[in-house]
């Protein structure tokens, strides 16, 4: 039971006082679950952490489900992940009950403003350093940035790329097989 309430705790801090979402929080998660407890390697949180940014949902509960279920099964999955979503409930409902008072404050208004920067900063920073040990290149990336630009400046549809990938992936591996 009490690795459990560690796991939940462990959870519930990060949720608690990361602001900026998911990925502003990885590498707290990072830090805690591999160099502080060493219950991941890196390269296990690596997989973590492509599994749930390809599943759907908040980015921050599909790690910890991910944790939670490789260190203790389902018990630890209800664990980690009440753990990562109750801070935010809680923040959200205090909010909702007294943002109304305060929405046209210029301080609350400023301190918003403030904490922008921040966030892109705490994003970022992981994203760049995960890139580098998965591997990811400027050459990697010119691709998806120029599908990204595409459907940005000339509203094409998404789909039609994934399919492009699709057939174009299939092409690239059947020549590489002769």
Same mark, same amino acid.
Request: cysteine-free; glycine content about 8%.
């Given at each position: 039971?009490?690795?459990?309430?560690?796991?939940?705790?462990?959870?519930?801090? +990060?949720?608690?006082?990361?602001?900026?979402?998911?990925?502003?929080?990885?590498?707290?998660?990072?830090?805690?679950?591999?160099?502080? %407890?060493?219950?991941?390697?890196?390269?296990?949180?690596?997989?973590?952490?492509?599994?749930?940014?390809?599943?759907?949902?908040?980015?921050?509960?599909?790690?910890?489900?991910?944790?939670?279920?490789?260190?203790?099964?389902?018990?630890?999955?209800?664990?980690?992940?009440?753990?990562?979503?109750?801070?935010?409930?809680?923040?959200?409902? +205090?909010?909702?009950?007294?943002? %109304?008072?305060?929405?046209?404050?210029?301080?609350?208004?400023?301190?918003?403003?403030?904490?922008?920067?921040?966030? +892109?900063?705490?994003?970022?920073?992981?994203?760049?350093?995960?890139?580098?040990?998965?591997?990811?290149?400027?050459?990697?990336?010119?691709?998806?940035?120029?599908?990204?630009?595409?459907?940005?400046?000339?509203? +094409?549809?998404?789909?039609?790329?994934?399919?492009?990938?699709?057939?174009?992936?299939?092409?690239?591996?059947?020549?590489?097989?002769?």
């Amino acid at each position: 039971m009490k690795f459990y309430y560690e796991l939940f705790m462990l959870f519930f801090k +990060i949720g608690m006082f990361v602001i900026g979402g998911g990925y502003a929080m990885i590498p707290f998660i990072k830090a805690e679950v591999v160099e502080n %407890k060493k219950w991941l390697t890196e390269d296990e949180f690596l997989d973590a952490l492509a599994v749930s940014q390809s599943a759907p949902g908040i980015l921050a509960v599909n790690v910890s489900v991910y944790v939670g279920k490789r260190l203790r099964g389902v018990k630890g999955v209800v664990a980690a992940s009440l753990g990562a979503v109750l801070p935010s409930f809680l923040i959200i409902l +205090i909010i909702a009950i007294f943002f %109304k008072n305060f929405q046209d404050n210029p301080y609350v208004i400023a301190a918003f403003k403030g904490i922008k920067p921040a966030v +892109i900063a705490l994003i970022l920073t992981p994203a760049l350093s995960l890139a580098k040990k998965a591997g990811i290149t400027y050459k990697n990336v010119i691709i998806p940035m120029a599908i990204a630009t595409l459907i940005a400046l000339f509203n +094409i549809s998404p789909i039609i790329f994934i399919l492009l990938g699709i057939f174009g992936g299939n092409l690239y591996y059947r020549g590489e097989r002769k």
